[in-house]
């Protein structure tokens, strides 16, 4: 099914470069959360209740690890190498909590352009508003082809 107006591809591997980067803000609100929270019916205390996270080390709610590894493979399909890559590899560390209401800055940067595997690997490094370092990450994505190319390359 083919609704609206075509959709714009990101960048091919042809035009990516080791170096091309990207950095983005991000605050963590409410509203995603919870519906983080009901689209996974994730019910961990530690994500939402204040009374519960006070008898913790954390003291008050943090966010979902996965709600910040969305946040990465967004910007991939948004940005870096944008519409149309598919991530086929995430390795992440979570150095420190995230917390509600954090604002968060994601840089990325592409390390590696694989031509004979049609694969980037980005590196991605986040911190919070005061300066700390909350996760590192590795994802390697497929970036996109148009169908021509690939018709192109079955022909030759």
Same mark, same amino acid.
């Given at each position: 099914?083919? *609704? /609206? @107006?075509?959709?714009? *591809? /990101? @960048?091919?591997?042809?035009?990516?470069?080791?170096?091309?980067?990207?950095s983005l803000t991000e605050s963590i609100e409410d509203?995603?959360?919870?519906?983080y929270l009901g689209l996974t019916n994730d019910a961990n205390?530690?994500?939402?209740?204040?009374d519960y996270t006070q008898k913790t080390d954390y003291q008050r709610?943090?966010?979902?690890?996965?709600?910040?590894?969305g946040i990465i493979t967004s910007a991939v399909s948004?940005?870096?190498?944008?519409?149309g890559s598919h991530v086929v590899n995430f390795s992440v560390n979570f150095i420190e909590p995230v917390?509600?209401?954090?604002?968060?800055?994601?840089?990325?940067?592409v390390i590696k352009v694989d031509k004979m595997k049609d694969v980037v690997t980005i590196s991605v490094e986040a911190i919070n508003g005061e300066g700390n370092?909350?996760?590192?990450a590795v994802v390697m994505v497929q970036?996109?082809?148009?169908?021509?190319?690939?018709?192109?390359?079955q022909h030759e």
């Open positions: 099914m083919n *609704i /609206g @107006k075509p959709r714009k *591809i /990101g @960048k091919s591997i042809e035009d990516i470069e080791e170096g091309d980067s990207l509203n995603q959360l919870l519906l205390p530690l994500y939402i209740q204040h709610p943090i966010v979902p690890s996965v709600m910040l590894m948004k940005h870096l190498p944008g519409p917390f509600h209401y954090e604002t968060l800055t994601f840089d990325f940067e370092r909350i996760l590192d970036p996109p082809k148009e169908i021509a190319e690939q018709e192109e390359a």
